[in-house]
């Protein structure tokens, strides 16, 4: 898809990875519907790329939200895109994690990502031609200690981006699977940072992860995992998952230093 022809509802445009690829895509041309809680960081983009840039205030959680959300995609005059980029990230272990923050975590990842993405299909479907593009995670295809809520909710969007991709194979709508590595935004929190550096984890600043995903839109790539060796890892994890039981069983006790421990 040619960016000055990208027509695209964008949700998580207010965190790192999100508002960098709205900034990206507004330079190369595109009209953007951004959604959100909070307006602030909305109405900033807004006035950085008037014209092209409208947004509408909504919780995607709540079905409320989703039907003002919906109302917006129509007045908006046509859509061929879908961003979903919406999502929080929580660093714990499993067991002192609380109950709230995992559903929480689920509801927006994983069920209002689903349920915003049904209702707007009618819509995509009205197009010559449609994207819909999922941001997933190298969490998605790797399961990490300290990350298991996480991962769960990534490894559930990379399925539904299969089957959907798969059952909209007769149709004009594309699906786009995009999973960047560790990252260096707000998600991430300071214990995560200094683990990774303790790993020697690598982790990708918002501007080259946001240029990647650009440019995988332009060429409408299927999958695209970002980050060498998270690529190898991804394909070894699908191959011979015992080699990277092992590897990860060797980091486990730095991983569970700075995890948190309180809910």
């Known amino acids: 898809m040619q960016i000055s022809e990208c027509r695209a509802l964008v949700t998580g445009a207010s965190g790192g990875i999100g508002q960098t690829l709205v900034e990206q895509l507004c330079e190369g041309g595109a009209h ?37 959300v919906l109302a917006a995609a129509r007045e908006f005059g046509g859509l061929n895109g879908l961003i979903n980029a919406a999502g929080v990230n929580q660093f714990s272990l ?12 689920i509801e927006l990842n994983v069920t209002a990502t689903l349920q915003l993405t049904q209702r707007l299909l009618p819509l995509l479907r009205q ?66 940072v200094a683990m990774n550096a303790q790993l020697k984890v690598a982790m990708d600043d918002s501007a080259t992860v946001a240029r990647q995903i650009v440019e995988a839109i332009r060429r409408e790539r299927a999958e695209l995992y970002l980050g060498w060796p998270e690529k190898l890892f991804v394909r070894l994890n699908g191959l011979l ?15 569970q230093h700075f995890a948190p421990h309180d809910h």
């Open 94 to 105: 499993l067991e002192h994690q609380d109950e709230e923050a995992i559903a929480r975590l």
């Open 241 to 255: 998952p015992r080699i990277v039981d092992q590897a990860l069983r060797k980091q486990l006790p730095i991983i």
């Open 127 to 192: 197009a010559p031609t449609a994207l819909l593009v999922n941001i997933g995670s190298t969490f998605g295809s790797i399961g990490y200690p300290g990350f298991a809520t996480y991962c769960a909710s990534k490894f559930a969007l990379r399925g539904f981006s299969e089957a959907l991709r798969r059952e909209l194979a007769d149709s004009r709508i594309k699906v786009l699977y995009i999973a960047p590595r560790a990252t260096r935004t707000a998600m991430n929190a300071a214990p995560v």
């Open 32 to 68: 953007l519907l951004l959604a959100g809680r909070q307006l602030q960081t909305l109405d900033a983009l807004a006035q950085r790329f008037p014209g092209q840039i409208s947004r509408v205030q909504a919780d995607l959680r709540q079905r409320e939200g989703r039907d003002v």
